[in-house]
């Protein structure tokens, strides 16, 4: 008989534009799916829509590629209904996916601490939240708001994920003493792979660069036009992802508007999961200088697609030079970013084919030498016997 694993998360699918969060729990579904019984308590829209999904049935379980899924619709009202599911869903382990989503973690917490649930173990995932530049976002709220959480002993008892030594250490860091029980199991890729044709690059060609994530500070697109606002070569910038942050896009449209007239930036909105290895396999670099991320799924769909990365050495995603398949940087150097362009547009064709060839052997002999299933399978399982 399969273990239940209850999972709280802000969204899930047919949603797309939470992006990582929502990746990694498909993702470990798809892998884990023969050894646990996941069942999912989520919103009924995506992330920043203000209307439900289409076809899909709140107030009751329903079944979404293999998965059982309970969506909630907005609105205090649907509290009460959160509370009886917590209370009366069979499962042997409650899994969170946030350390500061209201409704998806800490009403559970609160009624875990109250004592209005069966006991049962509890893992969170803080998904890269307590990283220095994640964290410093709006830090007047986040820091008084953890010192009560402790203070109310919310956080006593569970078991933390980190995805790398990278984000134990910030769980450490942030959490001390209550954070005792830190198990490292990284994200995990997706099973389904995808063909996709890769666009050949000619020197003479205006270098291609695609920027895809959330529109938010956290992900720091501002950067990135301020960057591109400083090269001497000609680029093509692809802007696709939601628009979380609808002030901070008025700030990164501005600085669009005042790029020099040889490069030339272009927004493209949200694009769906299916779409994103084309997408990439279609720039000659990807550019993410995010203020943290705890994996980064975007990054190994950008590697297995073949497109190098330019990324800040805030991931856990470092040592790209020596691999050969980009740069990690420090945001404390933007010219070091703008000199990076410079060089690889600076390429012949040949030499930039090289250089995708060798990102696709990176990513093929990454996959091969993981032992991150092995690392989540214990890290789940074990939990359930522990508890």
Known sequence: MKHVILVCISNYLPGYKSGGP?????????????????????????????????????GRWTEVEGVQVYYLPEGLGALGTLYRLLRDTPCDMLYLNSVFA??????PLVVRRLGAMPRRKVIIAPRGEFSPGALALKSWKKRPFLALARVAGLYSGLTWQASTDFEADDIRRVMGRVATDIHQACDLPSLVVQTVKVRRR??????RIVFLSRISPKKNLAFALS?????????????????????????CEDLMQALPDHVKATYRGAV??????????????????????????????AIASGTPVLVADTTPWRGLEALGVGRDLPLNDP??????????????????????????????HRKQESQDIERNRALFLGAVQAG
Not at 48 to 54: E, L, N, S, W
Not at 202 to 207: G, K
Request: charged share 25%; net charge negative; aromatic share 8%.
């Open 335 to 364: 010219q070091a970013f703008v000199e990076y362009i410079e060089a690889l547009s600076r390429l012949s064709a040949d030499d930039y084919a090289d250089l995708r060839a060798r990102v696709l052997d990176v990513d093929a």
């Open 272 to 301: 769906g999961p299916v779409q994103v290895p084309q997408v990439m396999a279609e720039h000659d670099l990807f550019f993410l200088p995010t203020l943290g991320e705890n994996y980064g799924h975007v990054l190994a769909e």
């Open 227 to 251: 960057c591109l606002s400083r090269v001497r070569v000609q680029v093509e910038f692809t802007i696709y992802g939601p628009v979380e942050d609808a002030a901070y896009w008025d700030e």
């Open 22 to 58: 929502l990746r990694s729990i498909v993702n470990l579904v798809e892998h884990l799916r023969d050894d646990v019984d996941f069942r999912v308590i989520t919103a009924d829209r995506d992330l920043g829509d203000a209307i439900p999904y289409d076809n899909v049935p709140s």
């Open 102 to 107: 209201t409704r998806s973690t800490l009403v």
């Open 202 to 207: 000619n020197a003479e060609d205006p270098l």
